[in-house]
């Protein structure tokens, strides 16, 4: 029988995960890796830095369904990897790890480029591996990919010694899955499922409150026909945009901190919150203890930890989001819809009267929120939208109409700044006939703009918008209002760098816009570019802060509109 | 905040005693005391962890996360057999050796060591009988103390009458 390496037994069970992408960065213990990759059809692209490798294959993850993959080395590599890890824990997203130790006889003794991977990484990713026998390498892969896949989807790290790499073995299919302790939820229990619908029918105003748990079951189809078949009225939180299409009559917008007025308020009003792919985050609740008092709670998720975690709900759900809403619609099955005049011509007089606004000036400086919609006007709600963490982002979430899933990608619970250039060269690589635009502020930008050398290098033109108001503006925002205006750390400058020519020296085109009538023409010419990265620098209003807010910790009761409500 | 005894049956894989304390750790559970060993199958251990936490739902929730946490018992103290095991190392001069032993055959305890200074017992059984008996032998001054950590398994509440009492 013949014999195969380590390595060329990862590459092989890559290829048996029908992988076709891994993004990465080689290095002394991951090296023997690097070599039969060679003779994969697997495409490589090499990163500038690690956390760039995991940001893209995140972003692939998100744009595509499919599990990202990233591969580096030892120590500092496996370390720089820890951000991206951690970002897919917390927004669940399936990702692949692959990361080069030193040989199994050094581990333990401070060896060049060692660190204990494992261990580090270990509350950073939903599992992780120390392979110490070639031999394991079929099973562990498998194993990987299908815990990073199923359930509640997450990032999974195998940590591979050079001499485990370097060991000779014989293939082997990976032997059935033995993962006793491992058996995801995914079906609903009929119980609550006949509970749920009959709280529905009790309720009067009940609101659908739905999240990334939706995106990734593909269950936006189910919500959509449950929504309307029942007339409940949609808020989508920011990992759920795009879940129900934005212009629909019964879509809400997002909630939270910076959602919405109508919301933020029919959640707090509702007498019934029906929470699916949710997890009662604190920047969607504001304070827990009075957050939608008046409401029972249905709660559905395929992960048990979530349900109950902040709020008791009266009927808990647990199962994957897409079966749980075909129950809940086969079910309902029959029955009209209520008309619910009441409820829906509140929600509506919401809306009407307490619309998301900002004002731009003909011969102001340019509003962040105007860029948002010429983008959104010239591009199309297909493309797909990217956004770092930030004023930028609630900007992009508030006033972009998404209309589909997967089209809005972003670092959501642990707020990752830098996250948007490396996640938008992971979205187009997964999705390359796909218009890919990622929004950033100056902050995020300057924290990760080297992978843009890897868009030009590989041929990913990605574009990308510059929010440039020349400060952590966030950071700011939150000093003017609650620091007195002592603003401290903040400033970025407007002077340098020259983004036009940081683009031109990465291999990009660099596009400035100064006024606003210089966004509509710059946002065109970028879209007329499709050969090369784009980096578009708006110049941004200094001084503009995001709102709605509700004050961190806050009541939702106590959502403060615009600058003039402010106490 | 109140004890809660979680018997936990994992599989017998490198590091997933880190991973539970790690867990734990990282979602501010207090770990009162922890004992590991392996079972009648080769391939799982078993843990009993005495956990101090205002409620143990999320607890066990989280700890099902991990993928190599096979099965998770909340073990009721009213209806559960805990033992632990107790080395304990008092000064006893020669004269007090004999109060002490009459101590330790009130509570079955065993002497492993003596020496011109001190003796060491070994006792085991409940916590409480555990705690008594430290307190009892507390006055002659205690020299070095170690304990197991708690193991506990359910009654068989499905065959009770054929149980033993103990």
């Known amino acids: 029988m013949s014999t195969m390496s380590g390595a060329r037994a990862l590459i092989t069970a890559l290829e048996h995960e029908g992988v076709e992408v891994v993004f990465g960065v080689p290095g002394g213990a991951i090296l023997p890796a690097y070599d039969p990759i060679l003779d994969s059809p697997i495409r490589h692209i090499l990163a500038r830095h690690e956390q760039g490798a995991g940001h893209m294959a995140e972003g692939y993850a998100w744009a595509t369904g499919r599990v990202g993959v990233a591969m580096v080395t030892s120590g500092p590599a496996a370390t720089n990897l820890v951000t991206p890890l951690a970002d897919a824990l917390v927004d669940s997203v399936p990702m692949v790890a692959i990361t080069g130790q030193v040989a199994t006889h050094a581990v333990g003794n401070d060896a060049f480029q060692e660190a204990y991977t494992t261990g580090i990484t270990m509350p950073a990713t939903k599992h992780n591996y120390y392979v110490t026998d070639p031999r394991e390498i079929p099973d562990v892969v498998r194993e990987a990919f299908h815990i990073a896949a199923t359930g509640r989807p997450g990032p999974v790290l195998i940590d591979l010694p050079k001499d485990v790499l370097n060991g000779e073995m014989v293939w082997h299919k990976p032997a059935k899955l033995s993962l006793p302790g491992y058996r995801p939820t995914v079906d609903a229990h009929p119980r609550p499922i006949k509970d749920a619908i009959k709280l529905v029918e009790a309720s009067e105003r009940p609101v659908l409150y739905v999240g990334g748990g939706i995106i990734k079951a593909y269950a936006h189809r189910e919500l959509l026909r449950f929504a309307e078949a029942t007339r409940i009225p949609v808020v989508t939180t920011l990992m759920g945009r795009g879940a129900i299409p934005d212009d629909h009559p019964l879509a809400l917008g997002m909630p939270g901190m910076h959602g919405n007025y109508t919301a933020v308020t029919a959640m707090q009003q509702a007498d019934l919150l029906i929470a699916i792919g949710v997890r009662f985050d604190d920047r969607v609740t504001g304070n827990p203890a009075t957050f939608a008092p008046g409401a029972r709670i249905i709660h559905a998720d395929v992960d048990p930890a979530e349900i109950g975690k902040v709020r008791v709900p009266d009927v808990p759900i647990v199962g994957d989001a897409r079966k749980v809403l075909e129950e809940l619609l086969s079910k309902w099955d029959g029955r009209d819809a209520p008309e619910r005049r009441e409820w829906l011509d509140t929600v509506a007089a919401w809306q009407r009267d307490y619309p998301l606004r900002y004002n731009q000036h003909p011969d102001g400086p340019i509003k962040p929120q105007y860029v948002v919609e010429e983008l959104n006007r010239l591009a199309g709600s297909d493309t797909i939208l990217v956004s770092g963490v930030g004023q930028h982002q609630m900007w992009a979430s508030q006033y972009w109409k998404f209309t589909e899933p997967r089209k809005w990608i972003n670092s959501g619970g642990l707020g990752t700044m830098g996250f948007a250039v490396p996640a938008a060269i992971g979205a187009k690589v997964g999705r390359p006939d796909e218009q890919v635009y990622a929004i950033d502020g100056d902050g995020c930008f300057q924290m990760t703009p080297q992978e843009l050398i890897t868009a030009s290098a590989e041929g990913i033109p990605i574009k990308v918008a510059v929010f440039n108001n020349g400060a952590h503006g966030m950071v700011k925002q939150w000093q003017n209002l609650f620091y007195g205006g002592r603003l401290s750390a903040v400033d970025l400058g407007k002077d340098f760098p020259d983004y036009v020519k940081l683009a031109d020296a990465m291999g990009c085109v660099g596009l400035r816009a100064d006024t606003p009538e210089e966004v509509g023409p710059a946002i065109e010419k970028s879209l007329a570019i499709d050969d090369r990265p784009v980096v578009v620098q708006f110049v941004t209003d200094s001084e503009e802060m995001v709102f709605p807010m509700v004050p961190a910790g806050g009541s939702n009761d106590d959502i403060i509109l615009s600058r003039e409500d402010l106490p | ?166």
């Open chain 2, 1 to 166: 905040m109140s004890q809660h005894i979680l018997s936990v049956l994992v599989e017998n894989k490198p590091s997933v005693l880190a991973r539970i304390s790690s867990l734990l750790a990282r979602r501010g559970f207090n770990i009162h005391s922890m004992a590991v060993g392996p079972t009648a199958d080769e391939g799982m251990s078993r843990m009993t962890i005495v956990v101090d936490a205002p409620e143990m739902e999320q607890v066990k929730k989280q700890l099902h996360k991990l993928v190599n946490v096979v099965r998770i018992t909340e073990l009721d103290p009213q209806t559960s057999l805990e033992r632990e095991i107790m080395l304990i190392r008092v000064s006893a001069a020669p004269g007090k050796r004999g109060e002490l032993l009459e101590i330790g055959t009130i509570f079955k305890a065993t002497v492993i060591d003596v020496s011109t200074a001190s003796m060491c017992f070994q006792v085991i059984g409940e916590p409480r009988k555990i705690n008594d008996f430290v307190e009892l032998v507390r006055p002659y001054g205690i020299v070095e103390l170690v304990k197991s950590g708690r193991i506990a398994m359910g009654r068989d509440t499905k065959t009770r009458k054929l149980r033993a009492i103990g």
